[in-house]
């Protein structure tokens, strides 16, 4: 008898250890607080659109951030969400895949759909206004030529040539909007080291901006503003440098001399011009910083050169394979011995740095302003990728960081975001959505999107 009151005991023990370790129920309540999200428009550039891996295409539109956030809100009563949807995979045909035998990205050279050139206007409006390569003033009446100009937003502008961004995104009457405008403001600037496109002026940025506010709120609309993360934190502009140092060429005694002599005759040509000029480096045995080309340095190309200091950027598109022929120090191969500075299209200069921090630093205050002013939610894209870049963020097991590649972050364009990265940028939206509108909007898992694209 007590071995049977023993047993039970145990059950019950066994039975009450079994139910405490049983997973508590998620109590988790979606709710859309003070918002509504009925409907929801999306306005922004290549970010938004769902760009990655150098193109456009169907897959990447279908898991942009803005199509996340719909699908999310949808809980909380969010609508149907139109996107002007590539017909393949290809885009326009730029798009990189990564090729293990390589190992890196190649182009997919596949020939693209003919419809992705065609219009679709009919199948609109759209719900995600994303442009690629729409810069801030490229949204707001005075740039109604942007729509027959740009490829991507032709395809799908209800008026070609008339119509504007921002125009078509306020006529679908949105109860709740997310911007993300700006990066390609300096993007574009930073991707060509300086050598072409230009900053936007923060006074023409404000403008535009306020703008698009204005027009996206005039109907009482909520909305979410994400500010611009340091464009120069990218892998774009990092990669190259963890691989070619800027003191990377590396020379013994008797080479380190020939190149002082050169630069001893380029001086001396350069006074039998009227031209007095001390270039005032010296190559040693060892590593040596590499030569630039340098528009501030008062000489004619190729002349016009200096070596590079620490914390100026080499780009992705730094050609490597011009370095052993003498890229960076003197060009041999004419009739006669001339400086070969690295051009600027694949450097960012100290100046160009500075120039860009200055433009950031400008554009972020301004969308910080804007969001209090217009009482937005405002997304600290900003900090956010800051961390990413310096310590690297884990979420559901996978690390992001802005390591090329296998950083998980960055398509292989290492400019915009993978599925997964764009997953992330998601919910630094909705978090901020939440916090804002005291709304109960779940964040998503990145493990339920891809990374990396790899060639088949």
Known sequence: MKDMKLRNILLLLALGMLFACEPKVDDFTTTSGSADFSKYVAIGNSLTAGYADKELYKAGQEDSYPAILAYQFKAAGGGEFTQPLMFDEYGFGSRLLFDAAKPGPVPAAVIPDPRNFTSIAANGPFNNMGVPGAKSFHLVPGAESFSALNPYYARFAAQPGTSTVLEEAAAQNA?????????????GYTLAGGATDSITNPLIFQMAVGGVLQGMTANGAKGAIANIPDVTAIPFVQYMNTQVPYNGLVMNAEQAAGLNFAYD?????????????????????????FVVSDEEVPLPPPFNVRQMVLGELFLLTLPTDSLPMGMGSVDPSGDQIVPWGIPNQYVLLSSELSEISQATTAYNGIIETLAGQFDLALVDMNEKFATIANEGVEIDGILFTSDFITGNSFSLDGVHMTTQGYSVAANYFIEAINAKYNSGIRTVSPRLYPGIYYYQ
Do not use: H, P, R
């Not at 005759?265 to 910083?289: K, R």
């Open 265 to 289: 005759q380029f001086e001396l040509y350069l006074a039998s011009l009227g031209i007095t000029w001390d270039y005032g480096f010296e190559f040693v045995e060892g590593a040596n910083a």
């Open 175 to 187: 109860t709740f909007f997310t911007c993300w405008i700006g990066n390609n403001d300096v993007l």
